[in-house]
């Protein structure tokens, strides 16, 4: 802020007939002064940069992680609607804020800095041309204030916008086989496009009031120069402000008029670091549907019994539709049913419901006579395994997969729940357990026998399984049944299980056939196939007409395998 008026002191210094030394100082040891306050000027704003620069990032850092941190804590439902629209909070969101908090924020300290200091010496120098430069602030800073405000919004708009686009992008990249199999490309190029073209036309938008404001502002600053050119030209030769003064309230002058234009753009990034704020701090300060950690704990050692009293349910994305009607079933401690019914007829909603994805809209579930929702999520979820139809594998190692559920399980008891998941094909691997895998590199038999011991690993008290119905092959589908078989004669664990083949149904203690929303027979194989009227033969009778011996028999380990059938898979 020195400089205006050291040139000023220097042109009226080099141009009087009798030069007085300003400050009592040589020209040497003035410019030498100079420097030292240059270089001063120089340090500081390498620190400032740095420094502003690292805890933008820190920041940037913290907020993201606790931002993924409150996402993968809402309930599953408000994530996979894209509701949420995570992953443009986590990236840009973040990275406006961290930048409005620092960068922006250090350049209107140093704004307010230059047009304050600057209007002190413009008075200094001379009120009267000052209030003439300020006539220009109000209608400039009002135009400041709605450029701001419309720009907020503009802002919120494209934040949504990039969400949508994201949103499409990611469904349709982590879908690659099926996109590239319909050779989708121009399907999947024209959704993005639309969404695209959505974030471009904010922009433009974004793009003309800017140009706008600032094109108005530039043409104010000059008209006001030109018009402090032409009276202080005056004043000067009335002898009234020396040529230097002038010089030093012009270059104040641009100062000023750069400081405020500063603060404009500090005003507006001030707005959008609010509006992406706001959107991260909203996900932030989100209480889960389902808080994980809100209850008591459950009580060690309990198996069951897990009773569904009552139960109605219907998804919260479609709400009228519903899926269980008053459904009544009760699991003994140690005791494993299968639930088989009509493709699409509720069976993998309970499972969601046992593991509290979603809860129930009338009715509960209890477990030991509690009602489960009087248990903190993460304890309840503690004692479950889960073995889902399609199971997902993380990019790691095997081991580190298996003890997803457990991370500080030792090799042997990995080994150990391995070999009771019938994992034998993990020894045949050159790398064994330490064999890296991706997402999708292992067979459907396989992943379902590596989320089998998963589970086991967990040692829990109670398995959700839902049976893979089309991915395995005879052999495999003998595999992992022999799993299954080795959990259900244990007794260790109340078993629900989801099941579509008739090897499998058979195995469990008894059955619970799911039509119309509710349990409409129980008991056990023979019982529900000797009925008359049987439900359940009926269900099944595309797999019992192909059974040629004896049908399997809970108690036979070497009961036959169903074979493959197209139709009747489709049916159950
Ligand atoms: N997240 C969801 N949001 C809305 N509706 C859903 C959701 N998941 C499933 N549904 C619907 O709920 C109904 C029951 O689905 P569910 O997956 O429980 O059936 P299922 O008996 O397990 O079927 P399948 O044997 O084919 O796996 C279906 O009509 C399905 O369309």
Redesign the pocket.
Known sequence: MSVPITLGKLIDFFSSTNPQIPFGLSVWQASFALLALFTAGALANTGRAILMRMAGQRIVARLRERTYAAAIRQE??FV??GEGDVLSRLSVDTSIVGESVTQNLSDGLRSIVMSTVGLGAMFYLSPTLTLLMLAVVPPVSLGAVFYGRYLKQLSNKTQEAMGEMTKVATEALSALRTVQAYNAYGQEENKFHERVNKVLALARREATASGIFFGSTGWSGNVTLLALLGYGGNLVSLGEISVGDLTSLLLYTVYVGSGLQMLTTFFSSIMRGIGAGTRIFELLDRRPAIPPDTGVPVPPTRRGPVKFEGVHFE????KG?E?LKDLNLELDAGESVA?V????????????LLLRYYDPVRGKITFDGQDIREFTVTSWRQIIGIVP?DPVLFTGTIASNIAYGNPSASREEIEQAAREANCEFIWGMPKGFDTEIGRQSLSGGQRQRLAIARALLKKPAILAL?EA?SSLDATSERRVNDAVDKILRSRQTTVLI?A?RLSTIARAERIAV?EDGRITELGTYRQLLNRPDSRFRALMAAQLNSLVADPPNGDDPAAPETPENPETKEM?
């Open positions: 599953v439902e996979e609607r998804y919260p994305s479609r539709v899926i639930i019914g009509k493709s699409g007829g509720g069976k993998s909603s309970i499972h969601a139809q839902d119905t989801v579509h799911l159950i």
